[in-house]
């Protein structure tokens, strides 16, 4: 979809889900007002039969829809979830390592690897653009790199722990990495904009033979309205990790923080 695709996916990021939920929702009665008016219009030139194939196959593809991108972002979200329980663990094993080097580099290091963890916790704030996020990214990858110059320094001081030390580093920037790339991977815009076009149809094919019919069924159609619009709501609220009701529980990270014992001064401090 190049630029427009591009802008979709940051729409559908910057928009908390509740929001685009109640925009379908609003836009499927308008569209089954429409379908109203049309129905209207077709039985008032003896069209009495509304029924066919194509309504029935149209309400089965939006349930199929539904569930297919129901079910994405619950894995996209479970893989994030097991993203952040590594990140941690990682973490954990790097700072074990460190305090069993020798001071002065246990203490160096053992206040980088607290600050990193406070960084990384603050950096669960809700993240709205692009911009944001590189600015995290930055910190990170800078501390990263003040880490890895102490470890090479202990290294070259003789520490008898050097390979699991830079073993266990590895693991923290690459378990970094993964779940950076966890946080990104998100529906396409091109999948949810298919599922409302295909809800804007079903309003409209089902108002159009509602009122053809003339038994306009206004409380079930909102009732339908209202599901739809809910299920859409917390798909998207899994497709955004760090805003909305459904997000990726900090504590494991939050405890390893709570187990380096008090902050250095210059650590930022972490939101919970």
């Known amino acids: 979809m190049g630029a427009l695709g591009d802008e979709l996916n940051l729409f559908f990021i910057r928009t908390d889900a509740w929001q685009v ?3 379908l ?7 089954w007002g429409l379908g109203l008016a049309l129905g209207g219009r077709l039985r008032a ?20 829809l539904l569930a297919f991108t129901f079910g994405m972002s619950i894995s996209k979200h479970d893989t994030r979830r097991e993203a952040a329980v590594h990140d941690s663990n990682s973490i954990g094993d790097f700072y074990t390592c460190v305090r069993l080097l020798k001071e002065p580099a246990r203490g160096r290091l053992s206040d980088k690897v607290r600050e990193y963890t406070a960084l ?9 653009t692009e911009t944001e996020m590189q600015q995290g990214l930055s910190k990170v990858e800078a501390l990263q790199s003040d880490m890895t110059d102490l470890v090479s320094q202990a290294i070259n001081e003789g520490t008898p722990i050097a390979v699991p030390l830079t073993q266990t580093l590895n693991g923290l920037t690459s378990s970094h ?5 966890a ?6 815009a091109s999948i949810v904009i298919l599922l409302f076009i295909a809800a804007l149809a079903c309003a409209f094919l089902l108002g159009r033979e509602q009122s053809i019919e003339g038994h306009i069924e206004v409380s079930a159609t909102l ?5 739809v619009a809910a299920a859409v709501w917390v798909t998207l609220d899994l497709n955004q990790p760090y805003r909305g009701m459904i997000r990726v529980s900090e504590e494991p990270m939050q405890r390893l923080y709570a187990s380096m014992g ?8 972490p939101s919970h």
């Open 183 to 188: 946080v990104r991977d998100r529906l396409p």
């Open 177 to 181: 990495a993964s779940r950076v790339a």
């Open 25 to 31: 929702g609003v836009a499927m009665l308008v569209v």
């Open 120 to 128: 990384r916790l603050s950096l669960t704030r809700p993240i709205r």
């Open 262 to 269: 008090p902050a250095p001064s210059a650590a930022p401090s």
């Open 45 to 64: 030139h003896g069209v009495e039969n509304a029924s066919s194939p194509t309504e029935q196959a149209s309400l089965a593809l939006l349930g199929l």
């Open 223 to 227: 009732a339908l309205i209202a599901i």
């Open 21 to 23: 939920a109640i925009l």
